[in-house]
């Protein structure tokens, strides 16, 4: 199982971008209206590398 945290906004406040993780590495990443964060996040995750969080934490 995965564990999410959510990195940029709140469920509750319009938009969201959670990332998950498993054994430590990042796994997948969720969002809803928030484009920029999660295209940054998406290929950071694609490519394997362990920036995901830095990417999805950037503006």
Known sequence: ????????????KGGFL??????GRAAAVLSVDRPPP??????ELARGASAVK?????R
């Open 1 to 12: 199982m995965a564990d999410a945290s959510i990195t940029k906004g709140a469920p509750d």
């Open 38 to 43: 999660f295209m940054r996040a998406r290929r």
């Open 54 to 58: 830095a990417a999805a934490a950037s």
């Open 18 to 23: 959670a990332l998950y993780e498993r054994d």
